[in-house]
């Protein structure tokens, strides 16, 4: 029977909401580069929601940023972190998990590739039945210690109470391997084999009735002579052996992170990137895959989101949630999208300079998150593609708007529309310096770029409203 120390704690929704909110914060200063901050914002995150997963994640990311992605860089950090690791082997001691999950991560800061304190942690995750967190730590203990036959049996282990078979076997046959006299590695691939079986098989047979069902008992045994390769493994078998050979195989990863995908397997192919994006030192093809697989849930949930929306009121179920409640909801997903793209994005304008639109997307993100500034740097560069400098310039007339400096937004504006690629772009550019002096209440002007958009399309923004405002206004003055 689980004692209390290894129940799952009870999380307040309030605990939850700041954690959230410290989470989007933290990938706001990462991008700024201050890990420091982020990593304290993190620390947070998992103390106030230990079993988010996405924030232990997000943590050791930036914990092995700080230090270059180097494994080298925190050689001192035993001597500087001695007082938490006596205190995390006390809490092992007395089978207080949550404790040296806390103390982990603190020790992990200063030394993020501990393999010793990371195996505390996974047993300690196991322990409180977080199979999740678990994995994640064996997982990057095995990336960085493939050969470790410690960390092979837990994982061996962990993989097969999930009822993983297939990827139990592989590791048990590679403890086999390094240890070819040891017993439980030797029993463990047949039963394995035999559990792989059933449950290909699809055998819902009880322990009692799987004794009696000889029939059944026949066809096992004869298969764990003969184990037949499901389609899966045996597609990946290559990858895995690649990898298996060069762990820093860039391409072995992706591609065997697109098996699992074709297999219908995300939870495989994240574990797989994320192993690969440690083994390879953060390669940038691996961190944009991955970005891209760690937003499907986001957007799945903001399609849901938006699909509950626009249902008509009388088909809410108000005792489940209110309008409001799912309102928020969905400003939160779109906030934390646009970060989470905008951090991809800063990677491909970084590792493709030439490729001015990444500049440009970075820009319309950060402009979106309110950060003008910022913005403003990226349209520079992207309006040195002839393609985009129509666009980018009313990017910029729009960022020197929001910083109320008309004369820079008229000059961008006016730039634009020398270039305007399109009608539609033209309509827009129009509509901003008609509306832009209006503001600086230099009214001819705006009828005049006013009269140049209601010529093209009268009903455009209620433009012919406008320019009723604007004369009467004039008339009056």
Not at 34 to 45: E, F, G, M, P, V
Not at 147 to 163: F, I, M, P, S, Y
Not at 297 to 303: D, E, S, T
Request: with cysteine; hydrophobic share 40%; net charge neutral.
């Amino acid at each position: 029977m689980a004692t209390s120390e290894t129940k799952t704690p009870i999380i307040s929704p309030e605990s939850r909401r700041i954690a959230t909110e410290q989470y989007s914060r933290a990938n706001e200063v990462i991008a700024s580069g201050d890990y420091d901050y982020a990593i304290k914002l993190l620390l947070s995150c998992c103390q106030l929601d230990p079993a988010n997963l996405q924030y232990r994640q997000t943590l050791r990311r930036t914990q092995r940023a700080k230090f270059g992605n180097n494994p080298k860089s925190g050689g001192m950090s035993v001597l500087s972190t001695a007082k938490s690791r006596a205190k995390l082997k006390a809490a092992r001691a007395a089978s207080e998990h949550l404790r040296v999950l806390e103390l982990g991560e603190v020790i992990l800061s200063s030394s993020p590739w501990d393999v010793g304190v990371q195996l505390d942690m996974g047993d300690a995750a196991e322990a409180l039945d977080w199979n999740d967190v678990a994995l994640f730590f064996f997982a990057s203990c095995r990336t960085q210690q493939p050969e470790n036959l410690t960390v092979n049996r837990k994982l061996a282990r962990l993989l097969e109470k999930r009822g993983d078979f297939s990827q139990a076997i592989l590791l048990w046959k590679q403890v086999l391997e390094a240890a070819p006299d040891d017993p439980e590695a030797d029993r463990k691939v047949k039963d394995l084999s035999a559990s792989e079986t059933i449950k290909r098989g699809g055998y819902q047979a009880s322990a009692t009735q799987s004794k009696t069902d000889t029939t059944v008992q026949k066809v096992i045994e004869t298969q764990i002579n003969t184990p037949p390769v499901d389609r899966l493994t045996k597609d990946a078998e290559l990858f895995i052996e690649r990898i298996r050979q060069n762990p820093k195989d860039v391409q072995a990863y992706l591609s065997l992170a697109s098996v699992y995908l074709r297999h219908q397997h995300p939870d495989r192919a994240k574990a797989t990137l994320e192993e690969g994006l440690a083994a390879t030192g953060q390669d940038y093809r691996i961190a944009l895959e991955l970005g891209e697989l760690e937003l499907e849930p986001y957007r799945k949930n903001l399609a849901l989101a938006e699909k509950k929306l626009a249902l008509p009121e009388e088909a809410w179920d108000h005792e489940q949630y209110t309008f409001e409640q799912i309102q928020k909801f969905h400003r939160k997903l779109v906030k934390e999208i646009t970060i989470r793209e905008m951090n991809l994005l800063k990677i491909k304008a970084e590792k493709f300079p030439q490729e001015l639109i990444h500049r440009f997307d970075l820009g319309t993100k950060l402009f979106s998150l309110g950060m003008i500034d910022e913005a403003i740097q990226e349209f520079q560069q992207a309006r040195r593609d002839t393609k985009l400098s129509a666009q980018a310039s009313l990017q910029l007339g729009l960022c020197f708007k929001a910083r109320n400096n008309w004369k820079l937004a008229q000059r961008n504006l006016e730039e634009a529309l020398n270039h305007a690629p399109d009608e539609p772009t033209k309509k827009e550019i129009l509509y901003q310096l008609a509306c832009g002096f209006a503001d600086a209440n230099d009214l001819n002007k705006a009828i005049e770029f006013g009269s140049d958009l209601a010529n093209i399309d009268f009903g455009y923004k209620q433009i012919h409203r406008l320019l009723d405002e604007w004369q009467n206004r004039l008339d009056e003055a």
